[in-house]
């Protein structure tokens, strides 16, 4: 196996399409460790995201195979446990049908690295001179890759809450990529109604801070 679009190509759900017994062997080893871990009195929460999604077919396609493995995980160690089941919105059109993709996922983590990407059509791994020149001569006001672009990334992000939430009224949903330790972007994704973020370590303390005077902020 070689990759030749890193960006675009075989990775995510599709390489779990692709090739079912590499995502049969994950989930096996998630339900596994989960199962091992109860066995010793612990008290572990698995929550299984899928990237990439682009409908909610691909999803049911993985789901199928998780819910297969977790049945033969319960009885081999005899012990019940539950899971979640969710998914990264990546790509545009995820966060278009976020409603249909909300009937089999039970939280989404809005992968914005990506997202932007996507929806610029730049790639991070050399859009640093464009971007430079852009800011230069004003086209762009901000490195969208350290900004968040709320005018237009930023509306896919609300229209796949949104969406995904008038399927699952209690869909968690969150973000993941470096906007989650960026303070503007931060207030932003409090404002539009997300659970948390994630980023970079180094990026935590700031997150904190960016999440507790946001919080502070709206709550007058």
């Given at each position: 196996?070689?990759e ?23 989930f ?31 999803l049911?396609?993985?789901k ?49 690295n ?12 050399d ?94």
């Amino acid at each position: 196996m070689h990759e030749v679009n890193p960006m675009m190509g075989l990775r995510g759900v599709r390489l779990g399409i692709v090739y079912p017994e590499i995502t049969e062997t994950q989930f096996s080893a998630l339900f596994s460790a989960t199962a091992e871990l109860l066995k010793e009195g612990k008290h572990p929460i698995l929550e299984i995201m899928v990237p990439l999604t682009i409908n909610s077919m691909e999803l049911k396609h993985q789901k199928a195979i998780a819910d297969r493995v977790h049945k033969r995980i319960q009885e081999k160690y005899g012990i019940n446990f539950d899971y979640k089941f969710g998914t990264m919105i990546e790509i545009p059109r995820a966060a278009l049908v976020a409603n249909k993709i909300a009937e089999v996922a039970e939280f989404f983590s809005f992968g914005t690295n990506d997202l932007t990407q996507m929806t610029f059509g730049f790639s991070r791994d050399d859009v640093n001179s464009i971007v430079a020149k852009y800011m230069e001569d004003k086209i762009i006001m901000a490195d969208p890759f350290n900004t968040f672009d709320q005018e237009c990334v930023g509306e896919l992000v609300k229209i796949g809450v949104e969406r995904g939430r008038s399927q699952r009224a209690n869909l968690k949903c969150g973000v993941c990529g470096e906007h989650g330790g960026d303070p503007t972007s931060v207030e932003f994704f409090y404002k539009t109604g997300l659970n948390y973020v994630s980023c970079s370590p180094f990026r935590v303390p700031v997150a904190r801070l960016a999440a507790a005077q946001a919080a502070i902020k709206n709550s007058k």
